[in-house]
């Protein structure tokens, strides 16, 4: 790239760094206001399904700052940190902020979709009187670890009240972009312990998510919103490529 510079903080530039921090916090912070205080930040910053009485819009925003565990941060962090310092110090961090802001919001628009149609479905198996119970209850009725037995019932509840958290929608849209800009970079995979040029390491990753997500579609793992997410990173580096041509 023409006039491109290395700078001096490529290995965690600021945007790639305040985001790792900031998460991190967030998930300590949970952490300690439910041991402490016995709070559940999820309750209020996780993506609820609208319609749930949890459900509030700026859910599309926070449930990227939210994890399920130090695992689920660590890898999604480590990730991101891998992929996204590239792609900043490519981009600049203002193109760059927008671009994860966009894709992970765009997953999270993505999930609540293919679940609206689920929705859609599962309400022609359902009487009104099933459906308001549901709506009214269904919340109540998880806090005790218990569901519905009519099995629509049971599946609308988990629908409606089982929350969305993590970064990965908006991790899988910067392996996107960096799989679209570095096409034939080498990546060393660990298992097996063997390169792959990046373009076939998102595709193949692709792939596997939508097999996932159509083989496993209770799964606890949003595959849907993963696939959204790259899918908002080809829409997004295709509308920037438009003007500037940045493949490697």
């Known amino acids: 790239m023409n006039g491109y510079h290395r700078p001096a903080d490529a290995n965690f530039p600021p945007v790639v760094k305040n985001i790792i921090i900031i998460t991190s ?23 609820y399904y609208p319609g749930s009485k949890y459900f509030h819009p700026y859910q599309f925003v926070t449930h990227l700052f939210m994890h399920a565990g130090l695992a689920h941060l660590f890898f999604n962090m480590f990730a991101f940190w891998m992929f996204g310092r590239v792609l900043e110090n490519v981009w600049g961090g203002k193109r760059f902020f927008i671009f994860y802001f966009v894709t992970g919001i765009g997953a999270a628009g993505f999930y609540m979709l293919v679940h609206w149609l689920e929705y859609r479905s599962l309400l022609t198996h359902m009487s009104a009187q099933e459906t ?18 009519n099995p629509y019932m049971a599946k609308l ?17 910067v392996l996107l972009g960096f799989g679209m800009l570095f096409p034939n970079t080498r990546l060393m995979l660990l298992f097996p312990p063997i390169p ?12 596997l998510e939508l097999y996932l997500a159509l083989a496993q579609p209770g799964s606890n793992i949003a595959h849907v919103a993963h696939l ?21």
């Not at 206001?33 to 996780?46: E, K, M, P």
């Not at 509840?157 to 849209?173: E, K, Y």
């Not at 959204?228 to 490697?248: C, E, H, P």
């Open 132 to 149: 308001q119970l549901v709506f009214e209850k269904g919340a109540d009725v998880l806090n005790n670890f218990q569901n519905f037995t």
């Open 228 to 248: 959204g997410g790259m899918l908002f990173g080809y829409i997004m580096v295709k509308y920037w490529n438009k003007k500037r041509t940045y493949f490697y």
């Open 25 to 47: 916090l967030m998930w300590l912070i949970t952490l300690v206001v439910q041991q402490s205080f016995g709070v559940d930040l999820t309750r209020w910053l996780a993506l």
């Open 196 to 207: 792959i040029k990046a373009k076939y390491f998102v595709i193949g990753y692709g792939a």
């Open 157 to 173: 509840n988990l629908l409606l009240n089982t929350p969305v958290v993590g970064a990965s929608g908006a991790v899988f849209g």
